[in-house]
């Protein structure tokens, strides 16, 4: 497919972007069925980390067997490491419970590398992901029996009942159930009401992050962040993915910020973030670009309110810092007009306004990656964006490149004619910009994670 493209009715050509590129996680690796959503991340080391959901037994998303795992590069991404998977439930089947959609961000300040993501029971997705932090009011998990009378785990493994008495059940730290002195299975497992036997998580979505201190060689254990970020309104919670960031400037400087969306009582969805202000200890949730925005319906017809309605969600996005401590975030949103949605920020992130559409950034209604290159050197703000450059197709990858904070993006690049999904940007230790980017790679519609790198000369030239 030649790189020709639509832009406001007029058929434009751009130059191909020159690029080194090496497929990093493709169908079959380690044995996976296949593998989705990249993630990118040069540390202060100068390691570059990758990372892919491995879907283990299917393509689709959740419901689904879902590991997180990373490659690690020490050379600016030429070569790579072995594969490692960083966060594994237990299960094999479509049924088995998710670690879903990672995202990665550093802690300039402790060195500490956060990797932030979902995590769903058994049979349990974003559609049918149900009300609740799935924690009490103490903080103690909840489980639930084949009735769904509630139970309370606390953390030295024992389990209590609705009136507070202890039971014959205990859990271990890997979600195994023993009932008396039998294992009965683990509480991750989909709920099934004809066994009288286990307990079960809450059928909902937990915001889940794990850490490291050693350049992503080894990983901490999953704290949870839901009794901090969610509220029990809420139905689905997901990442981004791709990125978080920390800030530079300001009053705000160190604050960690974390791109997030989530689901009402209805399932209509909206995107915030989440951020830290004591180096990743505790987190809190912002509001949303749709929280007092101006919203007009098409119609307000019995018919076709829910679904103009429905134009207003946001979902994944990316946030930049800009010079003066502006934040601006860049929304896949479900509007319909094939382009990605602006939000900005003045309080680090807490309340977002003058939301708009930017007209230069074609979108299908697909995650994109943005990262600002800015150098001590530059006199405004570098961006570098990439995505599918499409109204309707998630195809034509390409990457933008804007010299005055986003107002406008003169340069332009295609990166990947054809198939171009999910991506994610980063600065490399040499000064080169690394991009980790998907594209179907055979008849079947299988997709593959392709690491590129490029210089700053190469988009502009």
């Not at 497929?23 to 069925?33: A, Q, R, V, W, Y």
């Not at 008495?165 to 890997?174: G, I, L, P």
Request: glycine content about 10%.
């Amino acid at each position: 497919m030649s790189p020709f493209y639509t832009v406001g009715g007029e058929i434009t050509k751009m130059k191909e972007l020159k690029a080194h590129k090496q497929d990093l996680f493709t169908p079959g690796l380690n044995g996976s069925k296949a593998y989705r959503i990249p993630t990118l991340l040069t540390t202060d080391e100068g390691t570059v980390i990758a990372a892919n959901d491995a879907r283990i037994v299917d393509q689709r998303d959740n419901p689904n067997k879902i590991n997180i795992t990373i490659r690690r590069s020490f050379d600016n991404g030429q070569t790579w490491g072995d594969l490692q998977t960083v966060v594994e439930f237990p299960g094999d089947d479509l049924s088995s419970p998710a670690a879903i959609d990672s995202s990665l961000l550093q802690d300039e300040e402790t060195g500490t590398i956060w990797l932030l993501y979902s995590h769903t029971p058994g049979g349990i997705g974003l559609w049918n992901s149900e009300e609740g932090v799935g924690f009490d009011e103490n903080g103690d998990r909840l489980l639930f029996d084949w009735q769904k009378a509630r139970y309370v785990l606390k953390d030295d493994g024992s389990v209590l009942n609705a009136k507070g008495e202890k039971t014959e059940y205990t859990v271990n730290e890997k979600g195994y159930v023993t009932k008396g002195n039998k294992t009965v299975g683990h509480i991750y497992e989909k709920f099934d009401e004809l066994n009288q036997d286990l307990l079960y998580e809450s059928p909902t979505t937990f915001l889940q992050v794990i850490k490291s201190e050693d350049d992503g060689e080894t990983w901490s254990k999953p704290m949870e962040l839901n009794t901090q970020v969610k509220e029990e309104w809420m139905r689905f919670l997901g990442t981004g993915p791709g990125i978080g960031i920390q800030l530079k400037k300001g009053e705000h400087k160190g604050r960690l910020v974390y791109p997030v969306y989530f689901s009402n009582s209805v399932r209509f969805m909206s995107c915030t973030v989440i951020y830290s202000d004591d180096n990743g200890a505790t987190w809190k949730r912002a509001d949303s670009p749709n929280d007092n925005r101006t919203i007009t319906l098409e119609s307000n017809s019995a018919k076709d309110l829910g679904v103009s309605a429905r134009n207003h969600e946001l979902t994944e996005s990316q946030v930049v810092e800009l010079s003066d401590g502006t934040l601006a975030l860049y929304m896949r949103n479900h509007f319909g007009n094939g382009q990605i949605a602006r939000a900005v920020s003045h309080d680090g992130g807490v309340t977002w306004e003058n939301f708009e559409f930017v007209e230069e950034l074609l979108n299908p209604v697909c995650q994109v990656s943005v990262i600002n290159y800015t150098q001590e050197s530059d006199e405004q703000d570098t961006l570098i964006f990439c995505g599918p450059r499409s109204e309707t197709e998630r195809e034509n990858g390409v990457v933008l490149l804007s010299e005055d904070g986003g107002k406008t993006w003169p340069h332009a690049k295609v990166l990947e004619s054809g198939s171009f999904v999910y991506s994610c940007l980063t600065v490399l230790e040499n000064g080169e910009i690394g991009v980790l980017y998907e594209t179907e790679c055979d008849d079947e519609g299988r997709i593959k994670s392709v690491y590129a790198s490029f210089t700053l000369d190469d988009l502009k030239a």
